[in-house]
């Protein structure tokens, strides 16, 4: 049976670890090799880094610590932020990176799915896409949740199923960094209504939010980051929580 | 130990790389017919999509070369697909060496399968020290069917082929390059299988 997925992310500024809490205040973390090195070692089922930094140096220093990573970890990992083109993606992939998630650039660029699919494969695709209530009605939105698009998140998350997204990465932007639960009904509805992995994320903070995201919010995957990065919930001890509780985990 | 990886184009290979760097062997990058001739060890690795992969095989005459090979030959996701007889994807024939087609999963299951799921009914050299029921990761949208080559089993909506063998020919659906320490045991194992 393929097991649910726990995934740390790793928010990755100028070459360090670091997470905010709902996406503002920055705290230092450690060292994202030694780090992604520590969870690999804890049975994480895969990890995601995410680059906030916003440098001319970027992509370079990226790379460069895509390569470290995928030197020192033998579990798959995703590479996310301000990834706009075919370029910046063979870049990734060339340098050990197994999947990259586009978040903006999706938006701006629906078509760049499309092209990314074609020449990678939808399994290296995630797109990431943020979201929040407006109205009672979840709308995407951009830059770590701070502009609001017109688009509705289901028939987004349609699309881009639609063009080729080999999964995808839904963060609710009202529950991140609460740690009071998954969006769960949101996520049960993606699921439903499309046919590739959902990755639950924001709103993770105790071992009955992962239960109820696997089981009430059908989810494929969980991602978290600051619980796991201080130690709130250990890795092992959330794994046998869930297996406690029959759900199909790699122990 | 020489050990080729065989170059056509088929994605992102670093990651294999590094993990046999982990075990101590320096893997070369080829698509010269003498270097795989020569090798001590061929994995043939894969990752895209099947025709046009199939298509650079026969661009460089590779497809007639790989069938012919007599060291023991490693097949890795797509890799392990194109030494099937036939695949759904882009309707291509492949290099037939496993006699079983590849078809795409069922939309009663999500597609593609992502993540970490059980291997079963395990056999072969190719999996010593590695345990009935281990884990292993995956990503694919197309199987290959159970056939009397396989050696191991997963299931995802029904059993398919997880794994298979044919003389020096081993193929595995699976990334052993992206499955922790079992993974890097099954690399080991096709390292120092008998050939």
Known sequence: ?251 | MKVVLIDYGAGNIQSLKFALERLNVKATLSADKNEILEADRVIFPGVGEASSAMKKLKDTGLNLLIPELKQPVLGICLGMQLMCSHSEEGDIHGLGIFEVPVKRFNSDVKVPQMGWNMLTNIKSALFQNIRDNEYMYLVHSYYAALCKETIAQTKYGLNYSCALQKDNFYGVQFHPEKSSKAGSQLLFNFLNINS
Not at chain 1, 14 to 23: A, I, L, S
Not at chain 1, 198 to 205: C, L, N
Not at chain 1, 216 to 235: V, Y
């Open chain 1, 1 to 251: 049976m393929l097991t649910k997925r726990i995934i740390p992310c790793l928010d990755i500024k100028d070459g360090r670890t670091v997470k905010g809490v709902n996406f503002v205040n920055l705290r230092d973390a450690g060292d994202p090799v030694e780090l992604a090195s520590q969870y690999a070692e804890q049975n994480a089922d895969e990890l995601v880094f995410l680059d906030i930094s916003a440098t001319e140096q970027k992509r370079k220093t990226l790379a460069d610590l895509v390569r470290k990573v995928a030197h020192a970890i033998d579990i798959p990992f995703t590479v996310g932020g301000g990834i706009s083109s075919v370029d910046d993606v063979e870049v990734l992939l060339k340098n050990g990176a197994d999947k990259v998630s586009i978040n903006s650039a999706a938006v701006k660029e629906p078509e760049l799915i499309n092209k990314l699919a074609a020449k990678f494969g939808s399994q290296c695709i995630v797109v990431a896409i943020d979201a929040k209530q407006i109205n009672e009605r979840w709308i995407v939105h951009l830059i770590g949740g701070k502009v609001p698009t017109k688009l509705d998140l289901f028939e987004w998350a349609k699309e881009v199923a639609d063009r080729g997204a080999g999964e995808i990465l839904f963060t609710s932007m009202d529950h991140d960094g609460t740690k009071a639960g998954f969006a769960n009904k949101a996520l049960a509805r993606i699921s439903e209504e499309i046919n590739i992995p959902v990755i639950a994320s924001g709103g993770g903070g105790e071992p009955k939010h992962f239960i109820d995201t696997f089981t009430h919010g059908k989810a494929d995957a969980a991602l978290a980051a600051s619980i796991f990065h201080f130690g709130e919930i250990s890795i092992p001890d959330l794994k046998k929580e869930l297996k406690n509780h029959q759900i199909a985990i790699r122990i």
